[in-house]
C-alpha cells in the first residue's frame, strides 16, 4: 500500500511537472509570435507615416522640416530592424531549450498513445477500456500545444517578409531602401522551430505523428493476432 501511494504521488507530481513545462513553452512561443506581430505591424504603419508626412508637405515648408519627414521613416525602420534582431536571438535560446524536450515529449506521446490505443482495443475489462480512451486526449494535447504554438512563430515570421514587401520603398530614399533589404532578406529564410535539430514543428507535424501513434498501434495489433493464431 505504501509503494502504491509513493507511485500514485510521483505520478501526480511528474504529470503537473510536464505539463507545466509545455505550457510554460508554449506561452513563450506565444509571446514570440505577437511580438513578431508587432513588427509587422510597426513595418506597415511606415507607409502610413510617410503617406501623412508627404500629403502635408506644402510649398511653405522649409528645408528641415522635409529633411525631418524624410529621417523619420528610416529611424523608425532601424527600431524595427533592431527589435526583429532581439526577437531572433531569443528565438535561438528558445531553440536551443525547447529542442531536447521537446524531441521528448513527442517520443513517449507517440509511444503512450499508441500503448493507450492497444489497450483500449484489446483489453477484456471494460473499465480499462474507458481508462484509456479518457486518457488518449492527454499525449495528443500535449503534442497539439507545441504543434500550434511553434505553427504561429512560423506564420509571424513570413509576415514580416510580406510587411517589408508592403510598405512605401517605392517611394523612399536609398538608405531606407538598404536597410529594408536586411529585414527582406532575413525573413525570406523561414523560421521553423525543430525538436531535437531533427524533427519541424507545425501543424503537419501533429498529423505526422498521430499517423505514427496509428501505424504502431496497427504492427502491435497485427503482431498480437499472430502470436493468439500460433497458440492455436
Known amino acids: 500500500e505504501l509503494s502504491y501511494a509513493v507511485q500514485c504521488v510521483a505520478g501526480l507530481y511528474l504529470s503537473q511537472i510536464s505539463f507545466s513545462m509545455d505550457c510554460l513553452f508554449a506561452a513563450v512561443m506565444i509571446l514570440v509570435a505577437a511580438q513578431l506581430k508587432i513588427v509587422s505591424c510597426r513595418i506597415l504603419k511606415l507607409k502610413a507615416e510617410e503617406s501623412g508626412e508627404q500629403g502635408g508637405g506644402s510649398g511653405d515648408v522649409g528645408g528641415g522640416v522635409a529633411l525631418e519627414n524624410e529621417q523619420k521613416p528610416y529611424e523608425n525602420l532601424c527600431q524595427c530592424i533592431e527589435s526583429h534582431q532581439q526577437i531572433l536571438r531569443f ?93 527582406m532578406c532575413r525573413a525570406q529564410r523561414p523560421l521553423v522551430l525543430t525538436a531535437g535539430r531533427l524533427y519541424p514543428i507545425d501543424r503537419g507535424a501533429f498529423l505526422t505523428l498521430v499517423n505514427a501513434s496509428y501505424s504502431y498501434y496497427a504492427l502491435l495489433g497485427h503482431i498480437n493476432r499472430r502470436s493468439m493464431q500460433d497458440q492455436l
Open 91 to 183: 528565438i535561438i535560446r528558445l531553440q536551443n531549450a525547447m529542442s531536447p524536450i521537446a524531441m521528448t515529449q513527442f517520443f513517449f506521446s507517440v509511444l503512450v498513445a499508441c500503448m493507450a490505443l492497444f489497450q483500449a482495443t484489446y483489453s477484456k475489462d471494460f473499465t480499462a477500456v474507458f481508462r484509456c480512451v479518457a486518457f488518449m486526449p492527454i499525449p495528443c494535447g500535449q503534442v497539439l500545444l507545441y504543434c500550434l504554438a511553434a505553427h504561429d512563430v512560423t506564420e509571424q515570421a513570413e509576415a514580416v517578409s510580406q510587411a517589408a514587401y508592403s510598405c512605401s520603398w517605392v517611394e523612399a530614399d536609398r538608405r531606407f531602401k538598404r536597410a529594408l533589404r536586411l529585414v
